[in-house]
């Protein structure tokens, strides 16, 4: 689904001057534009760019030459491309990160096919560079990042449909999920409604037995 090209971190640049600041004594500013990934093509357009303070940031770019083209994903250390992957078949539709201990902790959200949108997590760090961890999918577009368990990194709500009498016709609701060491876990979900109901701003713990329901999916698997 997926390709990965990781290249050596710059002369002088590592774990160290990546993940701890406070050892180097002159931080560099970073770039205001950053070079797109090779990988990404002709017509490419950053949709996600955040800045961290070790002169290193995380981007997310989508190739918009044609409808469903390719995302990718990178992670520069002092303006250099340290690590890039290729996401097939994934619009992205934000992003946002947060600390995990000394290194930084990603989370993209995207839609998928014709009604699917979900969200993958992933942790940077100087050695590995770009690692992603999970991965979720709904029947519904809309799926939201957010902020449900107070610790700083981004969470997920995904949007389902109970997909009765049929997708047109059929009520959604909401599927909450909290970022725990790289995982997406489930607290559960609200009460199917035929109107736009609000993004939630902390966990659902409703059932989530609904007619029609299938989970949430990993690579093809409810989970």
Known sequence: ??????????????????????????????SADPAPPPECGPACE?????????????AAWRDTSAPGGRAVL???VADELHDSTVL???DVTGGDCGRQGDAWRCTVGFDEAMHGSGALTALLT??????????????????????????????????????????AEAPQYWETYVEVGGTFLRTGCTTPRHDDAPTPTEPAYGSCSHPGWSGATLSGTPV
């Open 1 to 30: 689904m997926r390709s990965r090209q990781t290249r050596a971190t710059a002369a002088g640049i590592g774990v160290a001057a990546v993940t701890a600041a406070a050892t180097v004594s002159v931080t560099p500013a970073a």
């Open 46 to 58: 950053r949709v996600v760019d955040v800045v961290f303070p070790e002169s290193a940031r995380f």
């Open 74 to 76: 990178a992670y520069y």
């Open 88 to 90: 097939e078949h994934r």
């Open 126 to 167: 100087g050695d590995d560079g770009i690692t992603v961890s999970d991965e979720l999918v709904g029947n519904a577009p809309g799926a939201e990042l957010v902020r449900l368990n107070g610790d700083d990194r981004p969470d997920l709500a995904l949007r389902q449909s109970t997909y009765e009498p049929n997708y």
